[in-house]
């Protein structure tokens, strides 16, 4: 059974940076069975949106239009870990975070229905 466990979120100020960690445990990172990986997050009220998203295999990586150039993606095999680099955050950013996984080989990358397996999430807060 794949578990994911989210860590790193906190309160920023605008404009502050943060880096999201998610630890996998449960299978071998390297090999094929999880094909992506991705961040998602949701605000109170809100529906669950996708941030980005990482093709384990190649590295392709993938973002929602509102965190292009401020959000980087990016893997660890070494570690089993998925990192979630946030620049430049903004009020709007703030959300419940999560790392989500699926063995799917073919998804919309953005949509939560596709992953299989999620972390417990991780708070995220920037003020203004």
């Known amino acids: 059974q794949v578990q994911l466990v989210e860590s790193g979120g906190g309160s920023v100020q605008a404009g502050g940076s943060l880096r999201l960690s998610c630890a996998a445990s449960?299978?071998?990172?390297?090999?094929?069975?999880?094909?992506?990986m991705g961040w998602f997050r949701q605000a109170p009220g809100k529906e669950r949106e996708g941030v980005a998203a990482?093709?384990?295999?190649?590295?392709?990586?993938y973002y929602a239009d509102s965190v292009k150039g401020r959000f980087t993606i990016s893997q660890d095999n070494a570690k089993n870990t998925l990192y979630l680099q946030m620049n430049s955050l903004k009020p709007e950013d703030t959300a419940m975070y999560y790392c989500?996984?699926?063995?799917?080989?073919?998804?919309?990358?953005?949509?939560?229905?596709?992953?299989?397996?999620w972390g417990q999430g991780t708070q995220v807060t920037v003020s203004s």
């Open positions: 449960g299978y071998d990172y390297s090999i094929y069975y999880i094909y992506y």
């Open positions: 990482i093709r384990t295999g190649a590295g392709s990586t």
């Open positions: 989500a996984a699926t063995p799917y080989t073919s998804i919309e990358t953005m949509k939560p229905h596709e992953y299989r397996y």
